[in-house]
């Protein structure tokens, strides 16, 4: 029933195959389910997938708990299933961010149980994503919400697909404006009116085996030659047959990774110095700093090519730390958004194994003297125009933003949250995991805020997988895709 290939995470394909079983009466009220234990053998997962997928399913009304008897299936769930609103979410499969929307629905069922609200989702992959949910506008059966990496916002703001919510309660959104990080309300607002509810944060940077490098007694890597040498060591014979370590290292470079290619690599720009947007709001490519980020880059993938994947070209976003958690690798390029799949994916049954074992640094830089930089990422929940429920999406997406949801959420998953009050708690009180990354929120910028963004960055990942993966000529390929972007301009 897990798939291991599947992008889906692990807890997830367990929630959906428990309630599907609910649907269908194999699991009936009163039932009493496996123990974690033997749910874990059951399905050769690890325990932390099973006891997220308990957890929610407790939580959301499905499931309930007696202590020392185990768990069991609620009471009247089928019917209670049956008399529901319907609320259509499309979404990708990477879908951790499900949980806001799924607990905020709970919520909002117990107050209110003459208008109970069922969540009809549709996945697809990523790729996919923008083609269906485009198709389905251009149909007139638009999802009522879907879920918006920050760079799409301006995209499907600009081109009408998504309701400003000011529109549908302006006190609300501007209150929620006023409460979130600097850069993340950037990133939800689109000519001056606020367009997404964020769920979470995060930032891109280097993952590494903490416990390995101590072993070796070696610094993570602060500048590109640092990298270099860090990279080279656990090339050697010898330290991979102390860890039984496949690769030195494992990074995007392929548009089969999709958005992660961008996000993971931009940051080599601009700590070299580049802007990358002109005078004009245009991207800026044609840049001296730009040529030198990836000369480096080439360094690791050309000419240290035996320490790779052979196949890397071919990765998707998810396979990364994959490698990371299986211990087929000590580093990867990757996102704070990865920590629940890599605790999905080990062998770490504690929060605090994974603490000891993991460390994350931003992306190595050209110098010491040259400023860190990280790339800014999250999710967002969005209401479509064409929702004929436009209302009550907005009372559940104002269930998902209150600063207790939000905080209980971004502590479950260990995420950045969107508002400063609220890492402002998890800082000072939170995991050592949450305490260690949301400072780091400081050193995030947007990645370039255009109108055609999703155009544009299909063309960077072209770009950046025929220059760092097949040897194209660096200058050559940069104009041509310069040259490129600007008839898509």
Known sequence: MVDRNSPVPIYYQLKLHFKQQMESDVLRPGDRLPTEME??????????????????????????????????VARGVSKRLERQTDIHVLTHYDVFWLGSMESAV?????????????????MCSRGDFHRQLRRSVAQGEAPDIAPMDYVWIADYAR?????????????????????LETPVALNNTVDG?????????????????RDWFEAESATPPETWDDWLTIIDHFALPEVQQRYNNQYAVVFPVGAAAGEALLNLLIPFFWTAGAQMINGADALKLDDPAIYTALQFLRQITMQRRACLPPNMVNFNWWDLTVHLAKGMTPMTLGGTYEWPRIQD?????????????????????????????????????????????GELCAEILKQVSTPEALQAYCEEHLQIAPHRAINANLSSGGHPWLKQIIPFLELARPRPFLSNYLQASLFLQNMLQEILWEDAPIEETVQRTTQALALLM
């Open 193 to 209: 009116q606020l367009y997404g509810v964020p769920v979470q944060a995060d930032v891109s940077g280097l993952w590494y085996r």
């Open 159 to 179: 081109s009408g697909y998504i309701a400003p919510l000011d529109k549908l309660d302006n006190q609300w959104a501007q209150e929620l404006i006023k409460s």
């Open 106 to 122: 709970h919520a909002w069922n117990l107050r209110h149980p003459d208008r109970e609200v069922k969540l009809r989702v549709t």
């Open 39 to 72: 749910l874990c053998e059951l399905y050769d997962v690890s325990r932390a997938p099973v006891r997220q997928a308990l957890t929610e399913l407790a939580r959301e009304g499905f499931l309930y708990r007696r202590a020392g008897q185990g768990t069991f």
């Open 345 to 389: 994916e080990s062998d770490w049954a504690e929060e605090e194994d994974a603490t000891a074992h993991l460390g994350f640094i931003p992306a190595p830089r050209p110098t010491l003297t040259a400023p860190q930089a990280m790339s800014l990422g999250g999710t967002s929940w969005a209401i479509l125009q064409q929702s004929p429920e």
